[in-house]
Antibody, heavy 118, light 114 residues
Framework: QVQLQESGPRLVKPSETLSLTCTVSGDSISSYYWSWIRQSPGKGLEWIGYTYYSGSTNYNPSVKSRVTISVDTSKNQLSLRLNSVTAADTAVYYC?????????????WGQGTLVTVS | DIVMTQSPDSLAVSLGERATINCKSSQSVLYSSNNKNYLAWYQQKPGQPPKLLIYWASTRESGVPDRFSGSGSGTDFTLTISSLQAEDVAVYYCQQYYSTLLYTFGQGTKLEIK
């Protein structure tokens, strides 16, 4: 059974960098697209971006200038960095896998981690 | 951006009755080259992440009960629960994956028991 576990600081100060790691167990990170999705009461579900196991990425234009998503196949992990955060970045952040051979159909989700910018 | 609009925002249905949730996209999500609708449905229960129910607008994900079905094409889609069970209480989201620039979700529909 595939499991995704997000980890990282739960509280980030305004203007600083939000950093999260997702550890994948139960399957290899290879051959899949991996996304970060966040959910806040005000904006619902928002796709942040994805990385392919090869390292290629695609980002939501609304955060593109501030975000980096990367993958470490040796550790079976992916990471999210979001710079210059504001209160608007407060949300539950999910690490998510897409179905095989699909880019953005999300079949496995982490439990999510609430990150508060304050 | 493709805007996804769901209706209603909430609904209450009696146990055993049919529940219908609608989703409208601001532009077609039907890809003509393969005749597939790039539309998925998710279920989110309180305190849990979303769960994939349906993709390609009508293909049920493995393990999803057959009382869940998806239909529609182009810009108008429907998620139907044929006979509502207590465990179906949740918020339901549609999502388009047609636009590779930005994948977007509907605002959600809260389903409750009447």
């Amino acid at each position: 059974q595939v499991q995704l576990q997000e980890s990282g600081p739960r509280l980030v100060k305004p203007s600083e960098t939000l950093s999260l790691t997702c550890t994948v167990s139960g399957d290899s990170i290879s051959s899949y697209y991996w996304s970060w999705i966040r959910q806040s009461p005000g904006k619902g579900l928002e796709w942040i971006g994805y990385t392919y196991y090869s390292g290629s990425t695609n980002y939501n234009p609304s955060v593109k200038s501030r975000v980096t998503i990367s993958v470490d196949t040796s550790k079976n992990q992916l990471s999210l960095r979001l710079n210059s955060v504001t209160a608007a970045d407060t949300a539950v952040y999910y690490c998510v896998r897409s179905k095989r051979n699909m880019v953005a159909t999300f079949d496995y989700w982490g439990q999510g981690t609430l990150v508060t910018v304050s | 951006d493709i805007v996804m609009t769901q209706s209603p925002d909430s609904l209450a249905v009696s146990l055993g009755e049919r529940a219908t949730i609608n989703c409208k996209s601001s532009q077609s999500v039907l890809y003509s080259s393969n005749n597939k609708n790039y539309l998925a449905w998710y279920q989110q229960k309180p305190g849990q992440p979303p769960k994939l129910l349906i993709y390609w607008a009508s293909t049920r994900e493995s393990g999803v009960p057959d009382r869940f079905s998806g239909s529609g094409s182009g810009t108008d889609f429907t998620l139907t629960i044929s006979s509502l069970q207590a465990e179906d209480v949740a918020v339901y989201y549609c999502q388009q994956y047609y636009s590779t620039l930005l994948y977007t979700f509907g605002q959600g529909t809260k389903l409750e028991i009447k």
